[in-house]
């Protein structure tokens, strides 16, 4: 509808001059906005629209949501994809200089302005037509930034330079695959030395086949080289072409400056008004920013913002998409400051009651405040370091210019204890007047930089009276644990990055962190190692879990938690809770599950219970985890008592001793008296047993509560046994095994392949995995000549005629076999696969393409020995060979088992998603699962064998039905059956005769 108004007001008023002229004519008080009354009345003056439609384009064009639309808003209202067109004619221009002649060709007058009319006049003597009439408009639209009628050539310029993304994007598009990107990295690479200078880079892009101009080659360069070493590495290469989700969102996100802004972006392109934006309108929406983007990306953005799946994104997904993170919000705030002093000026302006204090109130209601709600929060979530809901000076300048506190924070590595900050106070006080200004820190022989020295005032001189005293000298070079900590919190983004510093910390892998530990890792100094503890270790055992760690560092994860366990009392409610979460039933929650709960929960409380309950990182919550969050306190005591029993029986015994009365139910007095447990013990039994809340615990909730084990981080539940010269990892059981190949991190590697393996078995198979390599250290898919150095498949060939197969077909007694490979491994199973005695093939990640080019053997070949059913899932930037209408697919529809044979792409992962990525990402942990579903499914339907008791289908019975069908019980004339049998028949005859 609103496309409908617009597009009928540019056909009575198509130029840019006319609209701005209908805008003054709307304008009737002349105070260079429009009022809802006056657009209403402007617009249905002349009857040519309704009142309806003005009111509709009022809201569609008050984006900042103010009440009045000013002229720009009323300029993009009307020329919705003018950035869009601009975006495309920037295209047109190869370098500044060619940009620099077109404007003076078009500046007919030479006084380095053009007008539109010096543009048009340019265009109608341009027989190739440069530019269509709705582009100078656009042109003008955009460009024209102070609205004076005229682009100067800065203006010009500005608008016309390709920006990074476009030039970054033009790159992309010569490299489609990632196999294009790795053969261009190898190439541009010319000595080898596994990094790309920038000469190197000139001289590939300036070629004639892609013809980059200088220019287009700094800004490329510029974008890669991401730590400013000079020269781009292969990682910071493939970063550069393949673009993670968050980048790319980052890059739309960009656009848009407040939540306003975003809703009204919304309102905008939802065109048919149903409340949800389809994959048409999202890329329109991102290619209206002038920014460029693929369709790769324009899929990314989608599949991120659909949370719920049903191919559209409605407001609150579109919202939680394009709101960044409080870290990412602060980090655009910093921008708008130069210096310390334009900190210190904004605070003293906000502050209106001149207390040195804001709180969230006083600074959305002060005049000099220009920030809106969603930075608000920001700034008090990461910024207010004591919690106590008030910003000071010194929080607030260490928050808006963190630079000032690194400053400070080296200063006061230099002194550790307050005695030794005295004694420099008084060293510095060279008047001896009990204060020190900044002449006598300049003056000192300690050797304060200037920077050093803003610092200390910025941070120090509380009451801005030029000097600072011994109390806030020691304020600053001796800082509270709480400001110390708050200071930490700036170096951390998001949950996952305080989650990887933990990891890299707990280098003994037991789930705590020492303040030895802390010490080695070099990450923290002696004092930010001091106020960790103070803050973090909350049951002051001297480490610190990972919870502490995340409550101290991410404080946001804490309110989340609380937020979840309010309600719950007991075990029995928190049992409840799980089983109503647990939609599909399988004893795991997912991200997926709670996000589609109905319960509300938003990302960042979904987020913070996965960080702290997913112990073993599989991605998943099994009951035990829940319970171990919902119930925290408690949990750690009743797997010590649940410890020390052996069966069921021991339980009944237990409770049968302690109740004394034999009424069935255990009084605290009862525990207590009869039991060895302590008060701890008991009061913990009754916090979490007692379900029904009556001061007793009967034997169900006795039994309930002691059967709650204690979660624990993942560890093997196979053994690694030798089989011939090859060394195997076994687990499970059964007449079905599926041999399990390996990816380039090896038989023992730090990915996630052997949890992989326990739960496969879990399904009821009998799984090995060999060890491939034998002691050959593990590598990476790109480099070719380890590859040629640890795949050797004569090898393992005999390893497995020799010894594997025997053992599994005649030890073990394997009536079918199955094999999966990731990555690397996909080559062995390939190979494996040719082999009669097994039944099927599950790919995942294949690098069959990468394998057979380092060992310059033929692919067509090896995929043409296969013998069984074969499912490739693949991820984006897999190779294209082996995804549907691949080199493979094409090669198995020639096969008597080609139908048999399945194809998965999954756009928004990349390889190495299964088996090493970060599970506590929602759309990683749930195509994870996704990936081992259709794994079991396939084996399940694939791996049988001669005598095996197959469960009936539905499918089954009725096909049993029609064969079972007895015509001498149907030779009625009114019988549904008889009748369909005798037309069947007539039709018969009537083509025999």
């Known amino acids: 509808m609103a496309d409908v108004v617009v597009e009928k007001f540019r056909r009575m ?101 053009i007008t539109i009319q010096e543009l048009r006049d340019a265009i109608d003597r341009d027989s190739q037509k440069f530019l269509s009439a709705e582009d100078i408009n656009a042109i003008f639209a955009v460009g024209d930034l102070d609205l004076d009628g005229h682009i100067d050539f800065s203006e010009f310029s500005t608008l016309m330079i390709p920006s990074v993304s476009d030039v970054v994007a033009k790159f992309r598009h010569s490299h489609r695959s990632v196999k294009d990107v790795k053969l261009a990295f190898k190439s541009y690479d010319r000595n080898g030395d596994g990094k790309i200078d920038r000469g190197e880079l000139a001289k590939a892009l300036t070629h004639y086949r892609l013809n980059f101009s200088d220019e287009e080659v700094q800004v490329i360069f510029k974008a890669g080289d991401k730590d400013g070493d000079g020269e781009i590495d292969y990682e910071e290469f493939m970063a550069l072409m ?84 409080p870290s990412i919000t602060l980090a655009k705030i910093r921008q708008s400051f130069k210096s310390i002093d334009d900190v210190k000026a904004l605070f003293k302006a906000i502050d209106v009651d001149s207390d040195g204090l804001l709180s969230k109130e006083e600074m959305m209601n002060s005049p000099g405040n220009r920030f809106d709600m969603e930075q608000v929060d920001a700034i008090y979530e990461l910024g207010d370091a004591n919690g106590d809901n008030v910003l000071d000076m010194g929080e607030f300048i260490a928050i808006m210019y963190p630079s000032a506190g690194e400053v400070l924070v080296r200063l006061s590595q230099s002194f550790p204890n307050i005695e030794q900050v005295k004694d420099l106070f008084h060293q510095l006080d060279l008047d001896g007047d009990g204060s020190l200004s900044k002449s006598e820190f300049l003056e000192s022989s300690k050797r304060f930089s200037p920077q050093e020295v803003e610092a200390i005032f910025a941070l120090g001189d509380i009451n801005d009276d030029g000097a600072i005293d011994l109390e806030e000298f020691i304020g600053i070079m001796y800082p509270s644990a709480a400001t110390v900590v708050n200071r930490l919190r700036t170096k951390y983004a998001n949950l996952n990055d305080v989650k990887k510093a933990f990891a890299s910390i707990d280098k003994n892998g037991d789930g705590m962190i020492s303040k030895e530990e802390m010490e080695q890792c070099d990450t923290f100094n002696l004092q930010e190692i001091q106020a960790l503890f103070t803050l973090g270790d909350s049951n002051n055992d001297g480490e610190i879990d990972l919870e502490e760690f995340i409550g101290v560092l991410y404080p946001v994860v804490a309110q989340a938690l609380l937020k979840f366990t309010k309600d719950i009392q007991n075990v029995e409610d928190a049992r409840f809770l799980f089983n109503q979460l647990d939609k599909d039933g399988d004893g795991l929650l997912s991200q997926e599950e709670l996000r589609t709960s109905g319960t509300k929960f938003s990302s960042k409380e979904i987020e913070a219970l996965f960080a702290v309950g997913d112990i073993n990182n599989d991605g998943e919550i099994d009951i035990n985890e829940f319970i171990n969050v919902m119930c925290p306190n408690a949990t750690t005591v009743i797997a010590r008592i649940s410890a020390t029993f052996n069966s069921m029986d021991d339980i009944k015994n237990c409770f049968t001793e302690m109740d004394a009365n034999s009424d069935g139910k255990i009084s605290r007095c009862e525990m207590i008296e009869y039991s060895k447990l302590n008060q701890q013990e008991v009061n913990a039994v009754f916090e979490l047993g007692d379900a029904d809340r009556d001061g007793e615990i009967d034997l169900n909730e006795f039994i309930a509560v002691m059967t ?119 080559y062995v199973a390939c190979k494996l696969s040719s082999y009669g005695e097994v039944n099927a093939g599950v790919l995942v990640n294949p690098s069959d393409s990468i394998v057979i080019e380092a060992l310059e053997e033929d692919l067509y070949e090896m995929f043409e020995e296969i013998e069984s059913p074969q499912l490739f899932i693949t991820s984006r930037d897999d190779c294209p060979n082996e995804k549907q209408d691949g080199l493979a697919c094409k090669i198995f529809r020639s096969c008597l088992f080609g139908k048999k044979c399945e194809f998965v792409e999954l756009s928004d992962m990349r390889h ?68 369909e049998v005798r037309h069947q028949a007539n039709k018969s005859a009537v083509r025999t005769l």
Request: glycine share 8%; charged share 30%; with cysteine.
């Open 242 to 325: 393949c673009p993670d989700a968050s980048t790319i969102v980052s890059k739309f996100r960009d656009t848009y400056k407040t939540l306003g802004d975003v809703k009204a972006a919304f309102k905008k392109f939802d065109k048919n008004r149903d409340g949800a934006l389809s994959k048409g309108e999202i890329s329109r929406m991102m290619y209206s920013t002038g920014h460029s983007f693929s369709d790769v990306e324009v899929d990314a953005v989608m599949n991120l913002g659909d949370t719920d799946g049903d191919g559209e994104i409605d407001l609150e997904e579109f919202v939680n998409l394009m709101s960044p993170g």
């Open 708 to 826: 709650t084990s204690s979660p624990v981080p993942y560890t093997e539940a196979g053994e690694v046994l030798t089989v011939g010269d090859l060394e195997v990892y076994k687990i499970g059981g059964g007449k079905k095994c599926i041999i399990w190949c390996h990816d380039a991190q090896g038989f023992a590697g730090n990915d996630r392949t052997r949890q992989l393996v326990d739960r496969l078995a879990t399904l009821g198979y009998l799984v090995v995995l060999p060890n491939w390599f034998g002691s050959n250290p593990a590598g990476t898919i790109d480099d070719m000549e380890w590859i040629k150095s640890v795949t050797d498949w004569s090898s393992f060939r005999t390893s497995w005629v020799d010894s594997l197969l025997p053992w599994i077909r005649d030890t073990l007694d394997v009536k079918s076999i199955g094999v999966i490979g990731t990555g690397w491994g996909a």
């Open 912 to 979: 190495g998603y299964f088996v090493s990525g970060d599970r506590s990402i929602e759309a990683i942990a749930s195509q994870a699962k996704h990936t081992m579903n259709l794994a079991w499914k396939f084996f399940d339907q694939h791996l049988h064998y001669h005598g095996e008791v197959i469960p009936e289908t539905e499918a089954d019975a009725k096909k049993k039905a029609i064969a079972d069908f007895d015509l001498s019980q149907h030779s009625s004339d009114c019988c549904r059956v008889c009748l």
């Open 13 to 113: 008023f198509p130029d840019l001059e006319q609209v701005k002229e209908q805008f003054s004519l709307y304008d009737e008080n002349k105070d260079g906005a429009i009022s809802r009354e006056e657009l209403e009345q402007g617009m249905t003056a002349q009857k040519d629209f309704t009142t309806d439609q003005a009111r509709m384009a009022f809201d569609m064009a008050d984006t900042n949501g103010d009440g009045e639309i000013d002229i720009s808003e009323f300029i993009q209202l009307m020329f919705p994809s003018a950035r869009e067109l601009v975006a495309n004619i920037r295209k047109m221009f190869k370098s500044p200089e060619d940009i620099e002649r077109k404007f003076k060709s078009w500046d007919a007058d030479g006084d380095g302005k």
